[in-house]
C-alpha cells in the first residue's frame, strides 16, 4: 500500500508529495521546497520515517515545481524523471524564477524521460503516465490504479483547471488530455492536484465550471 504524504511548500503553495510503500522506498513528486527550512522539513520527514529515495519526478518543470530539485538530488543522488516535451522549462527556469524574485542558483536537469503509458516503479508501488499537455507542454499526471489516485500537477483542480496562458498553454489541448486521459478514470479515483485541495474525477465530472 502506498502511503502519501504532502507538503506545501514555496511562496507558490506548491502540493510537493512523497509516496513510500512498507519496503521504505519512496518517490518524490514536485519537490518545491526552496527554503532552508521548507528543505529541513523533507529531509526530517524523510529520515524520521527511514525512507529509501528512489525517484524524484516532475509532472511538469514550471519553476515554481522544480525549485527543489537540485538539493533533492545532491542529498540523495537522485536525477530527475520527467517528460521530454518540457525541455524549454528546464531552460529558461532562471529567467522566469527572476520574475518573481526567485533565484536558482543551480537547476538539476532531467536525466531519465518518461512517455505516454510508461511505469514508473519504487518498492512494490507502480505509478501509469499520462502525457497530458495543455497547461505545459511536457505535462506528465501519474496515476496509482490500485488505490485509485492521480497525481494531477497543473492540469485539473478543485473546481478549476491549469491556466493556459502561460507559454506553450492551449485551452483546447488541456481539455482533450482532461477528457481523454482523466475523465476515462471512474469517478472514485481521487486527484491529487499541483495546488489546493484533493478533488475526485466524479465530483469534476460533474461540477467543474470550466469544463466542456
Partial sequence: MINLNIFVFNSFAVNSFVLYDDTGECAIIDPGCHTEEEKNDLRSFITQNHLKPVALINTHFHVDHILGNQFVCST????PTGHVA???FWETAREF????????????KPEIFVADGDVIRFGKAELEVRYTPGHADGSICL???DQKFVIAGDVLFYGSIGRTDLPTGNFDTLMDSI????????????VYPGHGPKTSIGFERLNNPFIQ
Fill in 97 to 108: 524564477g527572476s520574475v518573481f524574485n526567485i533565484s536558482l542558483d543551480e537547476i538539476a
Fill in 143 to 145: 496515476v496509482c490504479h
Fill in 76 to 79: 540523495y543522488n537522485l536525477k
Fill in 179 to 190: 477528457h481523454q486521459k482523466l475523465f476515462v478514470l471512474e469517478n472514485d479515483y481521487t
Fill in 86 to 88: 518540457g525541455k524549454f
